[in-house]
């Protein structure tokens, strides 16, 4: 089935372009980004071989909505989107922080803990908690934003003031945002009989020095879900939850001998194996917007975007 797994295209007024895991980013005249989700799959900071059909449609897709959700909490950078993986919007000084978010002990913070650790990013966990627990209360646990090939890394609120990477001021702000960002899509959720677990956002600074939300949002590549339906049932008879997010790709590689570390070899991911996953991003997609999934033309995806976005600059 066709992907979309790299682009080379030559906009109007296009002066760079930055391949990132999953995202391909175009910087035009005018201070204006094209942002292209593609069906690349990345874990463990390693970008596995073979796309995803429809991932980065979907990705687009519910971080259109959510962003659109969320604009009355927090302005954000974009402006529009003329093709289903594409998202066009004002280019911004991106923070070199991800605001990481847990509202229960899972995925890397449940690792941890596992490993004895009760102290995450200088924030402590409740001592007697079990994986998936629900937090007392949502943590903050940011990460370094990794240059290309680097791996994030866990950092605490201290220390990004200490190297002055954001300004005390404008981390209250972000803090902030985070929090309320997180309730709305707890709320959100809950909505669809999901669990939003954890989260990250991603925030930048416009020319005029406004910050703004940018990147994806709520999608299962930046937070994990729950189904709520059985959750208090599964967690007391030790059960793992049904889960709806990238976890299940993350289990997959670590059962198949893979955690992203040096002298490990990608598994082979066969055609059932990929057909499988993007099927468990259609769910989420189906679950979290409560829509059904259309399956946009894949017949020659290269050929279907450049039209899209030379039509929306020309208009």
Same mark, same amino acid.
């Given at each position: 089935? $066709? ?6 295209? !030559? ?7 930055? %391949? ?22 990345? =874990?463990?900071?390693? &970008? ?7 991932? *980065? ?25 003329? /093709? ?15 605001? &990481? ?10 690792? #941890? ?9 200088? &924030?402590?966990?409740?001592? *007697?908690?079990?994986? $998936? ?12 934003? =990794? ?16 190297? !002055?990477?954001?300004? #005390?001021?404008? +981390?209250?702000?972000?803090? /902030? ?40 949002? %709520? ?8 189904? =709520?339906?059985?959750? @208090? #049932?599964?967690?007391?008879? $030790? ?11 993350? @289990? ?6 893979? @955690?992203?570390?040096?002298? @490990? ?24 917007? *409560? ?11 290269n050929n279907r975007i450049e039209e899209n976005v030379n039509? +929306?600059?020309? $208009?």
């Open positions: 089935m $066709n992907t979309l797994t790299s682009t080379n295209f !030559n906009f109007p007024g296009q002066q760079k372009v930055y %391949h990132g895991k999953v995202r391909e980013v175009y910087t035009l005249a005018n201070d204006t980004l094209v942002m292209i989700a593609t069906d690349r799959l990345s =874990a463990f900071d390693v &970008v596995m071989p073979k796309g995803i059909p429809y991932k *980065g449609q979907i990705l687009n897709q519910i971080a259109t909505k959510m962003m659109r959700d969320t604009e009355d909490i927090v302005p954000n950078w974009l402006t529009a989107t003329p /093709d289903p993986n594409v998202a066009i919007g004002a280019a911004c000084e991106p923070y070199k922080v991800e605001m &990481v978010i847990r509202g229960y002990l899972s995925g890397h913070a449940a690792r #941890e803990y596992k490993a004895g650790k009760r102290m995450l990013c200088g &924030v402590s966990m409740p001592e *007697g908690m079990k994986e $998936n627990d629900k937090f007392p209360q949502a943590i903050i646990t940011p990460a370094t934003k =990794a240059e290309a090939g680097d791996h994030d890394e866990d950092i605490s609120r201290e220390e990004i003031l200490q190297r !002055n990477i954001v300004s #005390e001021e404008e +981390y209250k702000q972000l803090e /902030d945002y985070t929090r309320k960002l997180f309730k709305r899509g707890t709320e959100i959720a809950a909505k669809r009989g999901l669990i939003l677990v954890d989260t990250k956002y991603e925030f930048g600074k416009t020319k005029d020095g406004k910050i703004v939300l940018i990147d994806e949002i %709520h999608t299962p590549d930046s937070s994990r879900y729950f189904y =709520a339906d059985g959750y @208090q #049932e599964r967690q007391d008879a $030790n059960q793992p939850q049904k889960q709806l997010s990238k976890e299940f790709v993350r @289990q997959w590689l670590i059962e198949n001998g893979f @955690q992203g570390l040096e002298g @490990q070899q990608v598994p082979e991911m066969t055609d059932d194996y990929i057909t499988s996953v993007s099927e468990r991003y259609i769910e989420l997609y189906e679950n979290i917007t *409560g829509e059904t999934f259309e399956k946009a033309d894949v017949s020659n995806i039509r +929306y600059l020309k $208009n």
